[in-house]
Structures are given as C-alpha cells and as structure tokens.
C-alpha cells in the first residue's frame, strides 16, 4: 500500500477514536454510494455526522479544509442523502470536516463541526 493511503488510514483511525471518546457513536466507515465516498458517518443525540477526514504529515501543508472543494462538498451532500434515505435517517444532518496531522509520531486533531451547509447548486 503507498505510504499516503496508510497515512490517510491511520489519520481515519484515529479520527474515528476521538469522536468515540468525545462520545460519537459510530455508523459506518468508508461508505460508499457510486463512486462517492463518506469516510465516517457517526451521531450523537442531536446529529447525523456526516465527516471527511484530512489528513496531514505536517503543519507546514495547506490548510486541509481548503481541500474539501464545492465539487467534493456536492459529493459528500450526495451520498450522505443516499445513506439517509437507504437507512430511512429521521435526524438533523451535519458536515464535518476532521483533520489530523502526524507529524514525528506527534498527532494533532482539528474537528471543526458545521464545516460547510448543504447547497442545492
């Protein structure tokens, strides 16, 4: 496996470890409709979240938040409808987008909830 596809495994591992501890429940991982992708799809008492993880070998990289572009956000909106409606969903909908950086065996994790709203265009 390269090296980058380890690296954004292990930042969705660790990403998925910090929403349990802050009291997530966890849905499923790596869902795909088509060819699009959500990488975690977790709730908590209010909230389906819907999140994309980024993830970093350094602080010195762009911003990964800047990454999620309107096409991947269309995306990320697609397939989170398909999973709604598939597992008839009844629950406010949220997008977050989770970045972890790894750098020298150092892990920092930015969660930054209500990362983008839903647009029709």
């Not at 999620?68 to 989170?80: I, M, P």
Request: with cysteine; proline share 1%; glycine share 2%.
């Amino acid at each position: 496996m390269a090296e980058h596809n380890e690296l954004g495994l292990l930042g969705e591992e660790k990403a998925t470890e910090y929403l349990i501890e802050k009291g997530y429940r966890i849905i499923a991982r790596n869902w795909y409709f088509n060819k699009k992708e959500i990488d975690i799809i977790a709730e908590n008492d209010s909230f389906l979240v819907i999140c994309e993880v980024k993830t970093r070998s350094s602080f010195f990289e762009a911003e990964a938040q800047t990454t999620v572009t309107t096409k991947k956000q269309r995306y990320l909106v697609n397939a989170a409808a398909h999973f709604i409606e598939k597992y008839n969903i009844n629950k406010e909908t949220r997008f977050d987008i989770i970045t972890v950086i790894i750098d020298l065996n150092n892990i920092h994790i930015d969660h930054m909830e209500d990362a983008f709203y839903p647009t029709l265009k």
